[in-house]
T-cell receptor
Framework: DAKTTQPTSMDCAEGRAANLPCNHSTISGNEYVYWYRQIHSQGPQYIIHGLKNNETNEMASLIITEDRKSSTLILPHATLRDTAVYYC?????????????FGSGTQLTVLP | GAVVSQHPSRVICKSGTSVKIECRSL??????MFWYRQFPKQSLMLMATSNEGSKATYEQGVEKDKFLINHASLTLSTLTVTSAHPEDSSFYIC?????????????FGPGTRLTVL
């Protein structure tokens, strides 16, 4: 699976949009981009995933560049409860050995 | 989203005893479940992958005789830490994968905090 690079930490003001970047320059054509987050002492929570097109759900939006070498997770109106470690992971969509491998992620702190 | 439960959420045991952790997918069937371990201030580390009805596949460095995994049904996997020692104290998290037309998704349980005295 392709390796990802994320900033170690970011701050965001409450109510503002949080934009979390992720680089995955070695991503292959059939690898998806997944985003999870982990609030302290809890299991990771699925946020969103995509392949080529931008995606949006009730939690966030995922913007994938045309060359697919980077993506941005957008939390449109961050709240204090969005403070967590955010993980960007790329993963093949098929194959019996596929599983999520977690890097260090980005610690997002939403400030009041 | 799909719900995965774990039981117990916390357990404290004496050194040398065995501890069993249950992981259930509540509203979907999971042919594949995963077990992760997380030490303080570190990221999640995959321990093993289990498929229903077959033996688990362990990651390098994870002792299969110490961490027994049973995936007896499509909704239940168990992890037994045998002869636990203080260095096994950690946050254990299970995950279950759903299959969809648009890529698979892994959903995680809330985790089990194991403390070995």
């Amino acid at each position: 699976d392709a390796k990802t690079t994320q900033p170690t930490s970011m701050d965001c003001a409450e109510g503002r949009a949080a934009n979390l970047p992720c680089n995955h320059s070695t991503i292959s054509g059939n690898e998806y981009v997944y985003w999870y987050r982990q609030i302290h002492s809890q299991g990771p929570q699925y946020i969103i995933h995509g392949l080529k097109n931008n995606e949006t759900n009730e939690m966030a939006s995922l913007i994938i560049t045309e060359d697919r070498k980077s993506s941005t997770l957008i939390l449109p109106h961050a709240t204090l409860r969005d403070t967590a470690v955010y993980y960007c992971i790329v993963l093949f969509s098929s194959g019996s050995a596929r599983q999520l491998t977690f890097g260090s992620g980005t610690q997002l702190t939403v400030l009041p | 989203g799909a719900v995965v439960s774990q039981h117990p959420s916390r357990v404290i045991c004496k050194s040398g005893t065995s501890v069993k952790i249950e992981c259930r997918s509540l509203d979907f069937q999971a042919t594949t479940m995963f077990w992760y371990r997380q030490f303080p201030k570190q990221s999640l580390m995959l321990m093993a992958t289990s498929n229903e009805g077959s033996k688990a596949t362990y990651e390098q460095g994870v002792e299969k005789d110490k961490f027994l995994i049973n995936h007896a049904s499509l909704t239940l996997s168990t992890l037994t830490v045998t002869s636990a020692h203080p260095e096994d104290s950690s946050f254990y998290i299970c995950s279950a994968r759903t299959d969809s037309l648009w890529g698979d998704t892994q959903y995680f349980g809330p985790g089990t905090r194991l403390t070995v005295l």
